[in-house]
């Protein structure tokens, strides 16, 4: 029976750094450059083969190993040199004025634009203003199929009441760190606590699952979707309670429609919220404050 082999921790440090060493290529995009160049430095030592092989005939040298030392050399020539000003003894470059106040406060707004700076005004014309809250409740019908009371407080009190705690949302009395094994298998614990909360936290569960019996659908938003999202947020308001709003959107959960309001809806101009701010690239930055009710 063939012996196993077990890899030194040197050798396991060795592999793990090449690892490094080519995650890093790719990161900057230096492995698809070094294969072109490989490949053209590769064909031009084909075209050399004969004089190359003279060489090593009648000067004793290797022809081969000549070949390689040229490559490795044109590799090396091929990858640029990223060091730092400091180190090439050149001054770096003064820190603006507004870097300095990104430095001593954090506040990186004043890079940002708002949605109204960053639009055009045709597009602006047309866009859903909110607030960033949702003033509404569960859709109707979906409220008289369930049977869930008619407001928050009716709901929470029709169950039970008590004070609520992220800690205990269920009100078992220990918090939920301590409760392990308390989910199915393959269930998330924060899943498992919010189908507990149909009736008396609809928000809570509609974040996390669609009504009882109706399928979720993953991927792309249809046009008709995004035309009910834009309906409701222009009726309620949204930026806040999710799942209450994602009543309207049968097949959507409340972090599907957080989800699709940061990526695509603030983005494309169809909503403006004063809580987000729009880079350079265009993408959706939330600088309102940090809130824990969904």
Partial sequence: MARKTVASDYEKERLENIKQNQEMLLSLDLVPQ???QRKITTESDQKENTSDN???????GGGSRARKIKRRATIHALIPSRRSKRLRGESAEPTT????????????????????AFFAKEALASAVRVTGHYSGWVEVGVMERLGIQGNATDAWESEGGGKFSFKDPLGTGKPLRKQRGMAPTGQSVARYVASKLLKKNPNAYFYRHTEPGV???????????????????????????????????????????SNYYRQYVIPAGWVVDDNYRIDSS?????????KRNG
């Fill in 97 to 116: 004025a507004a870097e300095e106040r990104v430095v001593e406060t954090g506040d990186v707004s004043e890079f940002l634009a708002t949605g109204d």
């Fill in 282 to 290: 265009g993408h959706a930055v939330y600088v309102g404050a940090h």
């Fill in 34 to 36: 070094v294969r072109r």
């Fill in 215 to 257: 399928e979720q659908w993953t991927g792309d938003w249809t046009n008709e979707e995004r035309d009910v999202f834009l309906r409701i947020a222009r009726e309620f308001g949204c930026g806040d309670k999710w799942g209450l709003f994602s009543t309207y959107l049968p097949h959507r959960v409340g972090y599907q429609c």
């Fill in 54 to 60: 003279e060489w090593s005939a009648t000067e004793g």
